[in-house]
């Protein structure tokens, strides 16, 4: 689940370079929400329990400041508009950030927790749960922001 929310987000990150400028703030917004959520996912179920099940508190420490780092980015872009010179300068750090941290999450950590005892799959479903409750559902981030923001986005000419 994770790795999806990852492709996901990574997408919505090169969308972001090719569509028109009209558009940009909405899909912001919505990388913006899906980052949001994903973090808090993680936060919340997923990092506490890969800090026990692979003891390295070094990578731990860095994913959570880098969290930290995305959310003030994350705060800056929500409380601008395409308007400002530093919009798309803010979301393409954003996603440079995001970009690095999952490829530390996917190389590093998540190859540490396939080594681990920790039952992966039992963790899944406690966060697709948690994530139904906080609105994420099953539907995906391009459901929800072809809802919010027109299928113009998520189509072929985007």
């Not at 929400?33 to 890969?50: D, G, N, R, S």
């Amino acid at each position: 689940m994770l790795k999806e929310d990852h492709q996901k987000v990574k997408e919505m990150f090169d969308r972001f370079e090719r569509v028109q400028s009209s558009v940009k703030e909405q899909l912001a917004r919505t990388i913006c929400e899906e980052l949001e959520l994903h973090t808090k996912l993680e936060e919340e179920i997923f990092y506490p329990a890969v800090r026990e099940a692979i003891v390295d508190d070094d990578l731990m420490e860095e994913a959570e400041v880098e969290h930290e780092s995305a959310k003030q980015l994350i705060a800056q872009i929500k409380r601008s508009s395409s308007s400002d010179e530093r919009f798309d300068a803010l979301v393409k750090v954003l996603g440079e950030y995001v970009k690095h941290h999952i490829r530390e999450e996917e190389g590093e950590m998540f190859r540490k927790v396939r080594r681990s005892r920790l039952d992966t799959a039992e963790l899944g479903e406690q966060m697709k749960e948690r994530k139904a409750d906080l609105g994420g559902g099953s539907e995906s981030g391009e459901e929800r922001g072809r809802r919010g923001i027109g299928s113009r986005l998520f189509g072929a000419s985007a």
